[in-house]
């Protein structure tokens, strides 16, 4: 059974630039959430969806940051523009419960 | 709110002895409480979790974490540890649907 899978893994871009990422959760998971990770802050939850609504976009840090889910297999998360300190590790993960979570192998983003 | 707090940034063990990584949290509820781990460069996965059945909870990999609510704990423990163990492990606390995590703990295994 396929896990949630993430593109692209790893993204290099130039500051000013607009990044997309995706995400397709596990069939059937109602949840779905990303994080993102970095060294100085850790694992920070930035927004979260239930049946393809978003529900809390409370960690989204601003603006330049936007998120959809336009159908149950599918998410994006986008940054325009881009800016260095947007350079870490983004998951996506999904649940069947809201509870537990299960995580994809995450896009490694730099932005020069 | 809830908080989670890994003692222990690193923890260093020799291959076969036991591994023990701390973990306390503060909740207003009764918590739904995870272990993860992560390898290098990949993404988190799901090792254990507790969600008010037994308070003793196996998990994959050989690993175990016991649920004390009078000591607000879920730390894990390995009996024996293997070289293939070495990896980063976060402890987590549900609210509502969100999972609040710990700093994380690196564990490194020498042979």
């Known amino acids: 059974d396929a896990g949630v899978i993430q593109s692209p893994r790893h993204e290099v871009t130039e500051m000013g630039q607009e990044v997309t990422l995706r995400c397709k959760p596990i069939?059937?998971?109602?949840?779905l959430f990303w994080y993102r990770q970095t060294m100085m802050r850790g694992l920070e939850l930035l927004i979260y969806?239930?049946?393809?609504?978003?529900?809390?976009d409370s960690g989204m840090p601003e603006d330049r940051f936007s998120a959809k889910m336009p159908n149950a297999s599918f998410s994006t998360l986008k940054i325009q523009p881009s800016e260095p300190r947007d350079s870490a590790v983004y998951f996506c993960?999904?649940?069947?419960?809201?509870?537990?979570?299960?995580f994809g192998p995450g896009t490694r983003l730099l932005v020069l | 709110a809830q908080s989670v707090t890994q003692l222990g940034s690193h923890v260093s063990v020799s291959e076969g002895a036991l591994v023990l990584l701390r973990c306390n949290y503060s909740?207003?509820?009764?918590?739904?409480l995870f272990w993860y781990v992560q390898y290098p460069n990949q993404g988190l996965q799901l090792l254990l979790k507790?969600?008010?059945?037994?308070?003793l909870v196996k998990g994959i990999n050989g690993f175990e974490a016991e649920f004390k609510k009078s000591e607000t704990s879920f730390h894990l423990t390995k009996p024996s540890a293997h070289m293939s163990d070495a990896a980063e492990y976060f402890c987590?606390?549900?609210?509502?649907?969100?999972?609040?995590f710990g700093a994380g703990t690196i564990l490194r295994v020498k042979s």
């Open positions: 969806f239930n049946n393809n609504v978003p529900i809390d």
């Open positions: 987590a606390v549900s609210y509502g649907n969100k999972l609040v």
């Open positions: 993960a999904s649940s069947l419960d809201g509870q537990t979570q299960y």
């Open positions: 069939s059937g998971h109602d949840y």
């Open positions: 909740s207003s509820v009764p918590p739904y």
């Open positions: 507790y969600t008010s059945a037994a308070t």
